[in-house]
RNA sequence: GGAGAGGUGGCAGAGUGGUCGAUUGUGCUUGACUCGAAAUCAAGUGUACCUCCGGGUACCGUGGGUUCGAAUCCCACCCUCUCCGCCA
């Protein structure tokens, strides 16, 4: 959540940056309501603190008296404070309930964009920041989309996952198995080589953990949950990862912090279902690299661009075609405030798939989850955060299929032979 | 699942109603000694919020309660460890 210090700080720049995420002038008023909320906070919390002050020197005062057996002063005193504690719990009410009014505003209110953000409302308004200026892999005129190439290979069972469990999760099998845990091995190997440390997290995370990354509390019904434990399957890495930093106090020196994992990810995705979700477009289980990092505020944006380059080397040893968008504000997630998004191109749909989003959520997620780091001068300071998908699986997959196609079968490219054990797939 | 023990500062570990935000040890930082290091000595060393920048308040697993006053007493919950059972 943003940090209520900033928002008094510089106002204009918050109000501009939610006009980016195409909010109204009316939407914005909330910023003003939060600054009028924190007042009522302080206000009341000083209140507070001061009551409660002069009780405790009360309380010490007929601590002393009544050591020294003066009892009938103690008794005397006693009285006077009674009074003194109704007004403390009156000051306590008050101040619980500007406390929640403003945690409810600020949980309420998404990151500000970056300045390099543009303004928009929707998928229409993104930026194409990297086109692909290559010619798209040739396919002759019958080209299958991966469904059927799934089906004609055996690659992937969706009714046997229906079976299984339901619609969504599909059942790998045979050389389609294969080739999910090869691009597995592949993206770790390749991640730790640029220096990310490989973690194996828990899919299984606690209520804290899904409130500092932000799923909780406004997107629960994204989530799997496993209610009789009180915990939720993941929907990303991003989960579990990000929380190994929470509540924690980095030295400087040990910053960036940069970590990878592969985990599958569970999302309910209530929502749009049809021609665009067809096969691997979307799915409730889905494999995903992920990589994280943590790093001190000046060097966030930059670190942004070295993931962003990361990301084009995997595709390019892919050799798939891809694009990169620089999303507007209104399509930019509610905790991110910058994001890119990595397409690649689905060669028999004739159309991008999205397969990695890299952001930068700046203090958005540190913010919440007290990730800090204690600066040359002593001072502990919040962290940037960011994560970005190196990469998401199932549409990796698809383009792979659909793009080499041939009358022998599927081509795999080159980097993945050693990890799949054979270079065509039929 | 059953039985027991326990959750206190980076770690270890005291503290069973008042001057305890917390003894002590250790670690860490700085200084002294030293050619340098070790050892030794000295000082410092939690977090958050509020502030008239003097200071104030809260936090001893979490949430309630008793009391003028709670780390300490009571209630509920959560978690960890040990043993037994089950199990890859």
Redesign the pocket.
């Known amino acids: 959540m943003l940090q209520v210090k900033n928002i008094r700080e510089d106002k204009k720049r918050i109000v501009n940056g939610l006009r980016k995420r195409n909010w109204t002038a009316q939407q914005t008023k909330v910023v003003d309501q939060i600054l009028q909320t924190d007042d009522e906070r302080?206000a009341a919390?000083?209140k507070?603190?001061?009551l409660?002050?002069e009780?405790?020197r009360?309380?010490?005062q007929?601590?002393?008296l009544?050591?020294q057996g003066k009892q009938s002063e103690a008794e005397a005193l006693?009285a006077r404070?009674?009074a003194l504690?109704e007004q403390a719990k009156q000051a306590e009410e008050q101040f619980d309930s500007a406390k929640k009014a403003l945690d409810d505003l600020l949980y309420s209110v998404p990151n500000c964009p970056h300045k390099s953000v543009p303004k928009g409302a929707g998928a229409d308004d993104n930026k194409v920041h990297r086109a692909w200026d290559k010619p798209f892999p040739a396919l002759p005129p019958d080209a299958l989309p991966h469904w059927d190439l799934i089906k004609k290979y055996n690659l992937i069972d969706f009714d046997l996952g229906v079976k299984l469990t339901g619609a969504g999760f599909p059942v790998y099998r045979g050389q389609g198995a294969k080739l999910q845990r090869a691009l597995i091995q592949f993206f770790l190997d390749e991640n730790t080589k640029a220096g990310y440390e490989e973690i194996l997290p828990p899919l299984l995370v606690n209520e804290d953990s899904a409130r500092g990354t932000g799923q909780l509390p406004d997107k629960e019904a994204q989530m799997y949950t496993c209610e009789r434990?009180n915990l939720y399957l993941i929907p990303t890495a991003e989960v579990p990862v990000t929380n190994i930093l929470r509540d924690a106090?980095i030295p400087e020196k040990d910053l960036p912090v940069r970590m990878t994992a592969y985990t599958p990810c569970f999302r309910r995705e209530a929502g749009a279902w049809g021609a665009h979700v067809r096969g691997l477009n979307r799915l409730h289980q889905f494999d995903k690299v992920e990589i994280v990092r943590v790093e001190h505020p000046e060097n966030s944006y930059p670190a942004l661009l070295q993931m962003l380059r990361h990301v084009q080397r995997l595709l390019t040893k892919l050799e798939l075609p891809y694009r990169i968008l620089l999303l507007c504000g209104g399509d930019t997630g509610f905790a991110s405030a910058k994001t890119f998004d990595f397409e690649v191109w689905s060669g028999a749909q004739q159309r991008w798939l999205e397969v990695s989003s890299v952001s930068n959520f700046e203090t958005f997620q540190s913010n919440r989850m007290?990730l800090?780091y204690r600066d040359a001068d002593n001072r502990?300071q919040l962290a940037h955060t960011l994560n970005g998908s190196a990469l998401a699986l199932p549409r990796i997959v698809a383009a792979l299929l659909e793009n080499n196609q041939t009358a022998e079968g599927i081509r795999i490219p080159k980097a993945l032979h050693k990890y799949t054990g054979f270079k065509t797939i039929g």
Do not use: E
Request: proline share 0%; no cysteine; hydrophobic share 40%.
């Open positions: 302080r919390q000083k507070l603190d001061d409660l002050a009780n405790k009360f309380s010490a007929i601590g002393q009544m050591g006693k404070v009674a504690k434990d106090i007290q800090r502990i």
